[in-house]
């Protein structure tokens, strides 16, 4: 089975500081890359997501994300958080042509004020 | 604009109570898809189904069983509920073009 790491289980941050939330997959073929983002009490949503092209990818919010495939992540970065980026997030790994999405552990980010 | 439309969004159950859990999608995908999520763990699969008439078996699929009854509809049933179903459920649906996967806004189990 494949698998997603997202090595931060909870970050603390103060507004208006810098994020680099981290994912690692463990596939070694070509993969559709995605970060969901889970505000408090609500469903998942799509951040953004990398299919090919350019390996920066810019999502909703300000946040970005950079595909390294020689280390197989994905991370997430955001410049400057504020408060109501306060949410878990979730990286997920689609293996090009199948159906299943894996997801990591999910990393819940705490931003106070 | 539904989307996913998931319901119960709550429901208690007794140990060996048996329960469906309903999912209906408005936007014609193929793929749709059951999900758990438990603290520290994420989201793991339990079944999918890749388009009407086809389901397949997910990372946690024990205890659980699964309908596709048609393209809109993915019912996932517990037959005998154990407290290790307590969880939150969430069924999706994805866009083959995109890959994107849309969610519904969960059901939380809780099992007595």
């Known amino acids: 089975a494949q698998s997603v790491s997202q090595h931060n289980h909870h970050v603390i941050l103060s507004e208006a500081a810098s994020l680099e939330l981290g994912c690692n997959y463990s596939y070694g073929g070509t993969v559709n890359l995605f970060w969901y983002v889970q505000y408090p009490g609500q469903h998942l949503q799509l951040l953004l997501k990398?299919?090919?092209?350019?390996?920066l990818v810019k999502g909703i919010k300000g946040f970005e994300a950079e595909f390294i495939k020689s280390k197989f992540s994905f991370n997430l970065r955001k410049p400057s958080v504020q408060w109501s980026d306060t949410a878990e997030y979730f990286c997920a790994v689609k293996i090009y042509n199948f159906n299943k999405f894996y997801f990591g552990s999910g990393t819940k980010l705490n931003v106070k004020p | 604009n539904a989307g996913v439309t998931q319901t119960p969004k709550f429901q208690v159950l007794k140990t060996g109570q048996s329960m469906t859990l309903q999912c209906a999608q408005d936007?014609?995908?193929?793929?749709m898809y059951w999900y758990r999520q438990d603290p520290g763990m994420g989201l793991r699969l339990i079944y999918y189904?890749?388009?009407?008439?086809?389901?397949d078996k997910g990372e946690v699929p024990n205890g659980y069983n699964v309908s596709r009854l048609n393209k809109r509809e993915f019912s996932l049933r517990l037959e005998s509920a154990a407290p290790s179903q307590t969880s939150v459920y969430f069924c999706?649906?994805?866009?083959?073009?995109?890959?994107?996967?849309?969610f519904g806004e969960g059901s939380r189990l809780t099992v007595l």
């Open positions: 990398y299919f090919s092209g350019d390996p």
């Open positions: 999706a649906s994805s866009d083959g073009n995109t890959g994107e996967l849309f």
């Open positions: 936007m014609n995908h193929n793929s």
């Open positions: 189904s890749a388009s009407e008439g086809t389901t």
